[in-house]
């Protein structure tokens, strides 16, 4: 029984905007998505989504509130990743382009979901309306979703 994959995303808000990042090497590339990566030994999850937004796009925010938790099944693949959903309308800096990520700011009403990972149309509408929400998804592969539950949740 392997250790599920700890992982962190972070999306800001500005509304009526939301702050995604390019991809622009390795796992997830060539899509938008929010800001975030593994959790490391010895650190808290909101640790890392702070210190992996401040090394994707140089904004530090002290004030994280975890708003999802997303649970990813790969078909033949035993063990699961959980993303731990993060946001904040309370940050400081201007966003820059890094090695990893090149930044823009959407209209909420604009993303460009077909340029995102696809579960992200089904926990965005949660995410928007500053609900709180759970998911379980099952990929084959990195495109395609075989399974999917995903609802709105009191606490996480
Ligand atoms: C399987 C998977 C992983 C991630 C991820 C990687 C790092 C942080 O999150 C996702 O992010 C989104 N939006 N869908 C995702 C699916």
Known sequence: MVANKLLTLVLLRQAPRILLGMKKRGFGVGRWNGFGGKVEPGETIKAAARRELLE?????????????????????NPQIWEVHVFTSNNFEGEAKETEEMRPQWFEEKSIPFDQMWPDDILWFPHFLNGKKFSGYIVFEGMDKMVKYDVEEVESI
């Open 56 to 76: 994707e796009s140089c904004l530090v925010c002290n004030d994280l509130k975890e708003v999802g938790l997303l649970k990813f099944e790969f078909l033949g």
